[in-house]
């Protein structure tokens, strides 16, 4: 298996308003088949599959499933654009989980979670500076 992450499923009990949440965001869906919905993202895609026929497909029960203690991460370009992202997604009906700050290793966060109950981190790291295009390298571009 080449070391590389092509896609995101998240489970979800009601898809239009997990479309609408990543919409508000800002996020725009591709065409895709009908009872999923998939946003590009730079170098993977985010799915949106109902949960019920995430698990179907996976042969287990939807409770299984759950949401387990995993978070999607975000980093951004500047420092100050990590509480625009935590406002923009409580504007969109995110749960903040915890407000931008600062953090010892001298970065700043902040959590969300979406409507579903998967937990976002939004991230600025100054050891970690994102490319041109916005893609991410642990040590940086």
């Known amino acids: ?3 590389r992450v092509s896609l995101i499923t998240l489970g979800v009990r009601d898809l239009p308003r ?5 919409e508000a965001l800002g996020w725009q869906k591709v065409e895709s088949p009908d009872g999923i919905a998939v946003f590009d993202l730079i170098g993977q895609s985010l799915g949106l599959y ?5 698990a179907e ?3 287990v029960s939807p409770e299984r499933l759950g949401t ?5 991460a975000c980093n951004t370009r500047e420092k100050d654009e990590v509480a625009q992202v935590i406002a923009a997604a409580r504007a969109a009906g995110a749960e903040v989980l915890r407000e931008a700050g600062e953090v010892f290793w001298g970065g700043v966060v ?3 979670a979406d409507p579903e109950g998967h937990v976002w981190e939004v991230a600025w790291n100054p050891f970690s500076p994102l490319s041109e295009r916005g893609e991410f390298r642990w040590n940086g571009y």
């Open 1 to 3: 298996m080449e070391q």
């Open 18 to 22: 997990a479309v609408a949440f990543y």
């Open 50 to 54: 109902p949960l019920e026929k995430l």
């Open 57 to 59: 497909d996976m042969g």
């Open 68 to 72: 387990g203690a995993a978070t999607l």
């Open 110 to 112: 902040g959590y969300f």
